[in-house]
């Protein structure tokens, strides 16, 4: 199951090439060109058939939260730092396994009580070593670490695994990219790295492209859970079209054209505000001279975890938007010259 494979894979940020290659063998036979630039971003070309067609940029991020190595303590007990939005909270007694292979748990030099949101530094990872020697045979300096977290078929057709975010993207933009066949404008398919460390895959990769729209899809929070409802998207409610977040305000008139397909071809729908968060399409917007952004957002619960959880209702509602918007024929104007 592609789902399954692409949640598994090891990909934290800066070590993404394991989902790259699944990635690749899953679309090279459906584009036109196809690429990694010099920093690992996969892009792929699926050219547009209209007279008067523009380059879009469709986005999804290929990496996961997770840790890297500091040091090693005299008995053994690794030292890390969080690699994009990592909570102690949520680490603490949860497993990890490092690229090499190496397995261990989470747990806290002080109670738990005295540890802040911010405070990974008072975390630690137990692999069983017996001495900083002996640990070092198993782990190096700067080995990137991802949580554990099975992928496992839940009730009315919702799935949990580790690296939903973003992987439910790039499931997404395959499952999409397949059914696409003869789009009107040229549309670039990027599997971003390095999302959750500053949006940097998604910046080279606009550069590069010079996109007239770019859309990113990502996951958005899901407001229906006790402790999170300053929101509107909810699992269930089908795919989730972005106004706006903490990076981006969404081209008004392209969040209605988007709205429309969905409406015309019977695709349930929401709407996505976020208080905070961002996504590639903040990256995209500032490029070069400015570009028009949109979003495609699936709703997830306990996104930035071992244990996300999301609709395949949704996400399937995600992969028929993407793709009736990806051969429709809306124009667009990018900028208007008055003298």
């Known amino acids: 199951m592609l789902l399954k494979e692409l949640t598994q894979a090891f990909g934290v940020s800066g070590f993404e090439k394991e989902i790259a290659n699944i990635i690749i063998e899953n679309i090279k036979a459906c584009v036109d060109e196809l690429k990694i630039d010099a920093i690992g971003n996969v892009i ?20 996961e939260i997770g840790f890297g190595v500091l040091g090693v303590t005299d008995k053994g007990f690794v030292k890390v730092k969080k690699v994009g939005g990592i909570s102690p ?3 603490f ?28 530094h008072k975390l630690y990872v137990d692999i069983c070593a017996v001495s900083k020697e002996d640990a070092l045979k198993y782990v190096s300096i700067g080995e990137p670490a991802s949580y554990m977290g099975e992928y496992k078929e839940l009730h009315n057709h919702c799935v949990t695994a580790k690296a939903i975010d973003d ?33 940097i895959g998604a910046t080279v990769a606009a550069e590069r492209i010079n996109p007239d729209l770019g859309i990113a899809v990502d996951i958005t929070g899901s407001f229906d859970v006790p402790t999170d409802t300053d929101g509107n998207a909810v699992i269930g409610g089908g795919a989730a079209i972005k106004v706006m977040d903490s990076s981006v305000i ?19 729908y929401q709407l996505d505000a976020l208080a905070g968060g961002g996504t590639d399409a903040g990256a995209i917007n ?20 071992p244990n996300g959880i999301v609709s395949m209702e949704d996400v399937n509602a995600c992969v028929d938007l993407l793709w009736k918007f990806s051969e429709s024929t809306f124009q667009f104007t990018t900028e208007k010259q008055y003298v």
């Open 93 to 120: 007694m949860n497993r990890v396994q490092f690229k090499n292979g190496t397995c261990g748990t989470i747990s806290s030099f002080e109670k738990m009580d005295k540890v802040g949101a911010t405070d990974i």
């Open 286 to 305: 500032k490029s070069n001279c400015g570009v028009k952004a949109l979003g495609i957002s699936i709703p997830t619960r306990y996104g930035h975890s």
């Open 44 to 63: 792929a070309l699926k050219r547009g058939i209209g007279e008067e067609k523009k380059k879009i940029m469709v986005s999804s991020h290929m990496d």
């Open 250 to 268: 969404c081209d008004e008139e392209l969040v209605k054209t988007m709205v429309q397909c969905a409406e015309k071809n019977n695709i349930k």
């Open 89 to 91: 909270q949520v680490s």
């Open 167 to 199: 992987r439910i993207g790039c499931y997404i933009l395959i499952e999409a990219l397949k059914k696409v066949k003869d789009p009107y404008h040229d549309i670039y398919f990027v599997f971003s790295v390095q999302e959750e460390v500053g949006l």
